[in-house]
């Protein structure tokens, strides 16, 4: 791959606490992505998926290995980031299981307002955020209150705000549990289209037997460590096609 973009993790550790109470959550974990990749994180509860996603969303802080994203080293045996805050905003697309729209503003704003904060004009954050709720197929429903949304429909909103700052990475932790089997399978064509157009590296941490089969590549991480295996990039193919 493309060593400059994308994502790159080698030999992450992550120990939480101290002494006997010690949990080293991550034992050296390996992985690649490429811009325009969606890979499959799986794993049974507690081998540390979620650990994986924070330290690379910058919202805990390795214990050491390296981590780079969109070609920038951030994290070397510590923080080569300042502004971790500003790296969150600006390089990192979260989507979660549940959508966390903000319910007193419209799915269009809900959008809009993270280029805004970005510092974009009003103009050009909202003009942005209609552009994203039509490739994701909801921009009927742009004047509409989360509260009146589906969960299909929210979760796509969701979707359109995490791209909404173009982030060269975008970390999904379970964001089809909530969704059935046809909804699940399109919020990840859409991933993987919108990962092709943006050039945008995906990891979708996943249980959700409806869309392992999707994936390309997958990375099964048990007690701390990855392994990388083939998957079956099925469905995938023609969802895209359509
Ligand atoms: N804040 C924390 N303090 C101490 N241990 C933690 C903390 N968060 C997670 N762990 C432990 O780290 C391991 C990995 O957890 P986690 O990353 O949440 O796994 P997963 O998301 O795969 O279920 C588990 O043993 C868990 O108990
Ligand atoms: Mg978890």
Same mark, same amino acid.
């Given at each position: 791959m493309d060593s400059l973009k994308g994502i790159r993790i080698e030999g992450l550790r992550k120990r939480y /606490? !101290?002494? &006997? #109470?010690?949990?080293? !959550? $991550?034992k050296g974990v390996d992985m690649e992505v490429a811009p325009g990749e969606v890979v499959g994180l799986i794993g049974p509860s507690g081998s540390g998926k979620s650990t994986l996603l924070k330290c690379l969303g910058a919202v805990i802080e390795p214990t050491g290995g390296r981590m780079i994203l969109g070609g920038e080293p +951030?994290?070397? &045996? /510590?923080?080569? +980031? =300042?502004d971790l805050r500003a790296l969150r905003r600006d390089s990192i697309g979260f989507v979660f299981? !549940?959508?966390?729209?903000?319910?007193? $503003?419209n799915a269009l704003d809900n959008v809009a307002l993270i280029p805004m904060l970005a510092g974009f004009s009003d103009g050009d954050s909202r003009r942005r955020a209609a552009e994203l709720l039509e490739a994701l197929d909801v921009s009927h429903r742009a004047d509409a209150m989360p509260s009146r949304l589906s969960g299909g429909e929210q979760q796509r909103v969701a979707i359109a705000r995490a791209l909404a700052n173009r982030p060269p990475v975008i970390l999904a932790d379970?964001? #089809? !549990?909530? $969704?059935d089997s046809e909804r699940a399978l399109s919020v990840i064509g859409i991933l993987n289209s919108m990962a092709r157009q943006y050039e945008t590296a995906v990891i979708v941490v996943t249980h959700d037997e409806k869309i +392992?089969? #999707?994936? =390309?590549r997958i990375y099964r991480i048990r007690d701390g460590r990855t392994v990388e295996e083939a998957g079956e990039g099925r469905l995938v193919q023609n969802m895209m096609e359509n």
């Open positions: /606490g !101290a002494g &006997d #109470t010690a949990v080293d !959550a $991550l +951030i994290y070397d &045996d /510590g923080w080569k +980031i =300042r299981q !549940a959508p966390y729209l903000i319910p007193f $503003l379970e964001p #089809t !549990a909530p $969704l +392992i089969p #999707t994936f =390309r």
